[in-house]
């Protein structure tokens, strides 16, 4: 069974730009949650989708921003870019059915904002 | 607000000890997970924690939860240099797969 991925890489890009981030998430999976790690501020929660609705969102600008295509690939934007935006961002996906179930990480997107 | 602490933040042992990760955590929580991370890697995850009093095992890596003390450890039983790496614990406060981690623990095991 295939993992999650994420599609690009790596990515540099410079401030004022916009960016877009997809996700792939495990066959079947139907939640999909974006999350941002940088060395200050650890892992942050960035937001979920499930069947194409956002069910929660963390505490980032609206310059983020995400969705979730019928096939639960999912996509995030960035639109203006900072600095300080440069990080890695990482997708889980899973079943969402609850109990012991775990969210699996793709390999994640690194972002060089300069 | 959920917050999650995790001790040591940093910990150099010797292959074959025995050591101890904790993860507390401030308010009630319906799941709590540890994952592994390898430098420049993505997250692995290890265990699902769910009830009071849970216990999982793999390996050399043994974790525990008791909700009352919002506390969870993640022992290490004699380490060997591949368990290097950095682990985290993350809770999901209301099951909404919104998880708040922890700093995350970097274990340096030496030969």
């Known amino acids: 069974k295939a993992g999650v991925t994420q599609t690009p890489r790596y990515l540099i890009k410079t401030r004022g730009q916009q960016v877009t981030l997809s996700c792939s998430p495990i066959s079947g999976h139907r939640s999909v949650s974006w999350y941002q790690q940088t060395p200050g501020q650890g892992l942050q929660f960035l937001f979920e989708y499930f069947s194409e609705t956002q069910r929660n969102k963390g505490n980032f600008p609206g310059r983020f921003s995400g969705r979730q295509f019928s096939n639960s690939r999912s996509e995030m934007n960035v639109s203006t870019l900072e600095l300080g935006d440069s990080a890695l961002y990482l997708c889980?996906?899973?079943?969402?059915?609850?109990?012991?179930?775990?969210?699996?990480f793709g390999p994640g997107t690194r972002l060089l904002v300069l | 607000e959920l917050k999650v602490e995790q001790n040591p933040l940093f910990l150099s042992m010797q292959e074959g000890k025995n050591y101890t990760i904790y993860c507390n955590y401030s308010?009630?929580?319906?799941?709590l997970y540890w994952y592994r991370q390898d430098p420049g890697k993505s997250l692995e995850s290890l265990f699902v924690l769910l009830s009071n009093g849970a216990v999982k095992q793999e390996g050399r890596l043994m974790a525990s939860l008791d909700t009352k003390a919002r506390l969870s450890t993640l022992h290490i039983t004699a380490a060997v240099h591949d368990l290097s790496a950095t682990y985290f614990c993350a809770v999901d406060m209301d099951s909404n797969y919104q998880l708040i981690w922890g700093a995350g623990t970097k274990l340096i095991i030496k030969p």
């Open positions: 889980a996906s899973s079943l969402a059915v609850g109990g012991e179930e775990t969210q699996y």
């Open positions: 308010t009630t929580s319906d799941r």
